[in-house]
């Protein structure tokens, strides 16, 4: 992307703790208390943090600065649940989904529906992942995009399609297509992708039946959940000093006996113990890298369009050490039941079927 040199980038962490030095990320950057819940905090940010783009700490534990939007509507996407304000990413991220869905096109998928990526500045979210948090994780559909632009309501309730059945754990072959496949292999060919998560069911459709060059099999990655949607995670981006890196994949396709554990009993048995709750529940302020106070109090940039994404070369953050523009007023939430969920990107999440990736069984 063109609005961001590679020797801007690298000056991301330093850029991030100067503008917290020179008071333009706030009065007080502490004014978050560490025992505050993070989730609260960051769930509560409506605009990204209006510095330079970089990622904190780790997938399930970290924030990003200099997030950007993916539009609502593209020629070959659209994005879903909006509602739930998770359509930012780092904007290495978000350039790579628009990529995607452009080049999909062209192995026969009509375009991509996006369901979650992140929250404008990153951290714990209110519901749902445990990751998401650094800018770097975006969840594709498996259900094509349709031949209609959908309207607020229908993507707030149209339901992804399961492409496994819950009691064999195999895909349901009757749903699962070549295009599936091919979508698949196109998202595994970016270098930048270091891991795809997807259905242990799927990950066996695909060590079944690719042929030829199988070295992609080896991001694809089996996990509980994602039967609805797949999984993308790129690495820590250039300027990021302080992201934390995930192991690599092991060696292989991963059509081993790694992936036959999934299809025995034990993946599957509920676990037992008193129930633990999920991190995302009990991790505080004190929790998160340090950075992530100066990303929390950072500005907001003057509204979402100037930081909506409009591919390489367009509109996005100045190349400057700080904004200078005051940050402008959160946009409060509708609350008033009489006002339709889509007339606020911010409303409360309406209770309907939202794809989420499902965790292992939890205890009864």
């Not at 978000?94 to 369901?115: F, H, M, Q, Y």
Request: proline residues 10%; hydrophobic residues 35%.
């Amino acid at each position: 992307m063109t609005a961001f040199s590679s020797g801007f980038l690298g000056k991301a962490g330093r850029l991030l703790m100067a503008a917290a030095t020179l008071g333009l990320v706030g009065t007080d950057i502490h004014a978050a208390s560490a025992s505050e819940l993070a989730k609260d905090l960051f769930g509560g940010k409506r605009l990204p943090a209006a510095i330079a783009p970089a990622s904190y700490g780790f997938y399930s534990k970290g924030c990003f600065s200099g997030g950007v939007a993916i539009a609502t509507d593209g020629p070959t996407w659209q994005a879903m649940r909006l509602s739930r304000n998770r359509r930012w990413g780092h904007p290495k991220m978000i350039a790579l989904i628009e990529k995607l869905s452009r080049e999909a096109t062209a192995d026969g998928w009509p375009g991509l529906l996006v369901g979650d990526i992140s929250q404008p500045r990153g951290g714990p979210m209110l519901t749902g992942h445990a990751s998401h948090q650094i800018g770097l994780d975006a969840d594709i559909w498996l259900t094509p995009m349709p031949d209609h632009r959908l309207s607020p309501t229908e993507r707030e309730n149209m339901s992804a399609v399961s492409m496994v059945n819950e009691k064999t754990h195999r895909v349901i072959e009757k749903r699962w297509t070549p295009a599936h496949t091919r979508l698949l292999e196109r998202a595994a060919s970016y270098p930048e992708v270091e891991r795809i998560l997807v259905n242990p069911g799927i990950k066996k459709k695909l060590c079944d039946t690719v042929t030829g060059d199988r070295s992609w099999l080896r991001k694809v990655r089996p996990f509980w959940g994602h039967d609805y949607h797949f999984h993308v995670r790129i690495g820590c981006q250039a300027g990021s000093v302080g992201c934390k890196e995930q192991d690599p994949t092991p060696r292989g396709d991963g059509c081993d006996k790694s992936l036959a554990w999934w299809f025995t009993e034990e993946p599957w048995r509920p676990a037992t113990g008193p129930a633990k709750p999920r991190a995302r529940d009990i991790m505080t302020m004190s929790s998160l890298p340090k950075a992530c106070r100066a990303v929390l109090d950072a500005p907001s940039p003057t509204s979402e369009a100037a930081v909506t994404y409009h591919g390489p070369g367009g509109s996005e953050y100045a190349a400057t050490p700080a904004p200078q523009a005051p940050a402008v007023a959160e946009t409060p939430v509708i609350t008033d039941p009489g006002v339709p969920a889509e007339a606020n990107a911010f409303a409360p999440r309406p209770s309907v079927d939202i794809p989420l990736p499902r965790p292992r069984p939890a205890n009864k």
